[in-house]
């Protein structure tokens, strides 16, 4: 990931604080031969959790499409990426592990082209494609990655299914982002009827930045509303253990949240989900949220405005 040494010790103590079996880390830089993410291994190893097995993929975030993608007449800014980003590899996402990964077994659809998912819901001005037809004949579905990863655990492989979904604003009254939000989230909605391919029946996990809370603030919550009231899904629906009061201003409980903008951001949301197959059995749940004066508060409000999300799962 990107930041200066205190964050990294920040975000290295919280994730050992955790001491998950597996988790997935958003906003992490990608190399070919993951130095980067290895020295982060490093570092939480340091702060006392050790992960045996590293993985990433290159994301689709700042890679060049030599097409202008946001309309504005120019080539080769970040917006004309294949999601927004400085340079190639910019902000991607990693899975760490205690138990092997099968490297050989994992399915990428990052390269998924958005025109030829079924459905899907492409931008349109006054009856034409936005913001042209050469930028959407190349325009991937995932701003970042959409990866199904088998995890060999020691009664046999869970299947990890992950994204980071694209921020549903910033953008026009085409609604581009918005309409690309929702069809990231609504590919795992047709990859679990078999739309790309036999997909797991049982034992996996839906894990991600989804960007968008399932009632509040701009976007199109209909496929995340779906994924959650999917019946091969569970919702542990995790929250934080400190008592958090209600906000007047929100009809949502922000014990929930798993992320706060600050002003004049929206303030707090959630939209980080861990969503386990219905057949596996959830122990327990969390959003790690220390208050004020308690332990680690200090670390995880430097390490990320996302907050840790944990379930820990039994097979029934």
Do not use: C
């Not at 689709?60 to 990426?81: C, F, I, K, S």
């Not at 050989?104 to 082209?113: K, M, N, T």
């Not at 001005?125 to 579905?141: E, I, K, S, Y």
């Not at 085409?174 to 609504?186: A, V």
């Amino acid at each position: 990931m990107r930041g200066d040494d205190a964050q990294i010790d920040a975000v290295a103590a919280v994730i050992a604080a955790a001491s998950p079996d597996v988790i997935v880390l958003q906003g992490v830089d990608y190399d070919l031969e993951l130095h980067a993410l290895g020295a982060l291994r490093d570092r939480i190893a340091e702060a006392g959790a050790d992960f045996g097995h590293i993985f990433a993929l290159r994301p689709n975030r700042g890679m060049p499409t030599g097409q202008d993608m946001d309309g504005n007449g120019r080539l080769g800014e970040p917006a004309d990426r294949q999601a927004y980003g400085a340079f190639s590899g910019q902000g991607g996402m990693a899975i760490l592990s205690r138990y092997p990964i099968d490297a050989a077994g994992v399915r990428d659809f990052s390269a998924l082209l958005w025109k030829d998912m079924p459905g899907a819901d492409l931008p349109v001005v006054d009856g034409a494609p936005f913001p042209n037809a050469p930028a959407l004949a190349v325009q991937r579905l995932s701003s970042v990655g959409h990866w199904v990863v088998p995890v060999i655990l020691p009664d046999g492989p869970l299947h990890l299914l992950t994204f980071h979904a694209s921020t549903p604003v910033f953008d026009g009254p085409e609604d581009r982002n918005g309409r690309r939000n929702h069809d990231e989230l609504r590919f795992w909605s047709l990859y679990l009827d078999g739309a790309f391919g036999t997909a797991p029946a049982s034992r996996f996990v839906l894990a991600g930045a989804a960007n968008l809370a399932p009632d509040e603030g701009e976007g199109r919550h209909g496929a995340l509303r779906a994924l959650l009231a999917d019946a091969r899904l569970q919702d542990p629906r995790p929250r934080r253990s400190a008592p958090v009061p209600r906000d007047p201003a929100r009809a949502a409980d922000p014990a929930f949240d798993t992320v706060h903008w600050p002003a004049p951001g929206p303030g707090g949301r959630r939209v980080d989900y861990i969503l386990p197959s219905a057949d596996l059995g959830v122990l327990a749940s969390g959003v790690l949220w220390p208050a004020p004066g308690e332990t680690l508060h200090a670390k995880v409000e430097a390490a990320s405005r996302h907050r840790l999300v944990w379930v820990d799962l039994a097979r029934r």
